[in-house]
């Protein structure tokens, strides 16, 4: 029992280095492959509709690509006919986009800026975040 070698020899090693990298390989997906939630997802058929002293803002987001999206943020901000910033707001959409579908949605601002109220000045729509899963 004196020659008992307990080393690995090149042919083991070169059939476990494609294993371990199998196993890193979720954490490779997550890091360099996940989705961006800007390019995949897009509004269109945006309207305004002031009621009283609140502002309706319905719009149609369109996921072209091959993940569910879950957790969506849409946002809309209002600026002055100089371009001037003036107020935001944002909307958690609570369902999911599946896969190269459509999801309506609706933002409701209670106290918007009375230049959108009247009509004088539009909201920009866009999504600002969301959550997808990698694999």
């Known amino acids: 029992?004196?020659?008992l070698n307990m080393t690995w020899g090149r042919k083991?090693?070169?059939?476990?280095?494609?294993?371990?990298?199998l196993g890193f390989l979720p954490i490779i997906k997550m890091t360099f492959f996940k989705g961006d939630v800007?390019?995949?997802?897009?509004?269109?058929?945006?309207?305004?509709t002031a009621s009283g002293r609140s502002l309706e803002i319905?719009?149609?987001?369109?996921n072209s690509s091959?993940?569910?999206?879950?957790g969506v943020t849409?946002?809309?901000?209002?600026?002055?006919?100089?371009?001037?910033f003036v107020d935001e707001s944002i909307e958690?959409?609570?369902?999911?986009?599946?896969?190269?579908?459509?999801?309506?949605?609706?933002?409701?601002?209670s106290s918007p800026p009375e230049a959108a109220l009247n009509g004088s000045i539009k909201p920009?729509?866009?999504?600002?975040?969301?959550?997808t899963s990698p694999f």
């Open 1 to 3: 029992m004196s020659n």
């Open 12 to 21: 083991q090693m070169w059939f476990l280095i494609p294993i371990m990298l």
């Open 38 to 48: 800007t390019k995949d997802l897009t509004v269109s058929e945006i309207q305004t």
């Open 58 to 62: 319905l719009g149609l987001i369109t």
């Open 66 to 70: 091959s993940r569910e999206w879950s």
């Open 74 to 84: 849409v946002e809309a901000e209002f600026f002055d006919a100089s371009g001037k």
């Open 92 to 109: 958690y959409l609570r369902s999911d986009i599946g896969r190269n579908s459509k999801e309506h949605f609706k933002i409701v601002i």
């Open 124 to 131: 920009v729509v866009k999504i600002s975040g969301g959550h």
